[in-house]
C-alpha cells in the first residue's frame, strides 16, 4: 500500500516525467534524498513500470484511429499474444461478451487499417470476425490515473497537522 506522499509524488510525475527530484521534494514538502529513496521503493514494487515520451501521433502520420473487436474461438491465449506483437496494435484487452479482444489500434489512413483487418488481424487461425469502429475525433486520451490525492490536498493536510 502507498501513502498520501507517495501518492502525490505519483500525481506530479503522471504530468511531468521529466520533472526533476528537487523539485518533486519541494512540492512535497520533503529533502530530495527521501524523496528519491520513495520512488525507487515504488518502482521496485511496480507501481512505476517505466518513464514514456507522449508522441503527438498526428504529427507523425499516424491520422486514424479505430477500436477493433474481435471474436475468436482460441482458448489459450495465442491470438492475443499474436495481435500483442502487431506494432500498429496499441493495446489489446480480453473482454466479457459475444466478443474476445477489444483493440486499440493507430495507423495512418483508411487504406492501412484495411490492410491491418484484412492481411493481419483477419487471416489469424483462430479469429471468426471483426467489427470496427472508427474514430472520428479525440475528445480525451491520457494515461493519467485518477489518484485520490492531489498535491494541493497534501499541502492543506499537512498545513492542517501543523496547526
Known amino acids: 500500500m502507498i501513502d498520501e ?5 505519483l500525481s506530479i510525475l503522471q504530468q511531468d516525467a521529466r520533472i526533476s527530484n528537487v523539485e518533486i521534494a519541494r512540492q512535497v514538502n ?8 520513495r520512488l525507487r521503493k515504488l518502482e521496485e514494487r511496480g507501481y512505476v513500470r517505466g ?9 507523425l502520420g499516424f491520422g486514424l ?11 489459450h491465449g ?3 499474444e499474436t495481435l500483442a506483437r502487431m506494432p500498429e496494435v496499441l493495446e489489446v484487452h480480453h473482454v466479457a461478451g459475444e466478443d474476445c479482444y477489444l483493440l486499440k489500434v493507430k ?3 483508411a487504406e492501412e487499417l484495411g490492410v491491418l483487418l484484412r492481411e ?3 487471416d489469424l487461425e483462430h479469429v471468426h ?14 494515461t493519467a490515473l485518477p489518484l485520490k490525492q492531489s498535491k494541493q490536498e497534501l499541502a492543506v493536510k499537512r498545513t492542517r497537522k501543523k496547526d
Open 5 to 9: 506522499i507517495d501518492q502525490a509524488i
Open 30 to 37: 520533503l529533502a530530495p534524498s527521501a524523496v528519491l529513496e
Open 51 to 59: 518513464f514514456f515520451a507522449e508522441l503527438d501521433a498526428r504529427k
Open 65 to 75: 484511429t479505430a477500436f477493433v473487436l474481435v471474436r475468436t474461438d482460441d482458448r
Open 78 to 80: 495465442e491470438t492475443a
Open 107 to 109: 495507423t495512418h489512413d
Open 120 to 122: 493481419k488481424i483477419g
Open 129 to 142: 470476425s471483426t467489427k470496427t469502429t472508427v474514430v472520428l475525433q479525440t475528445v480525451k486520451e491520457t
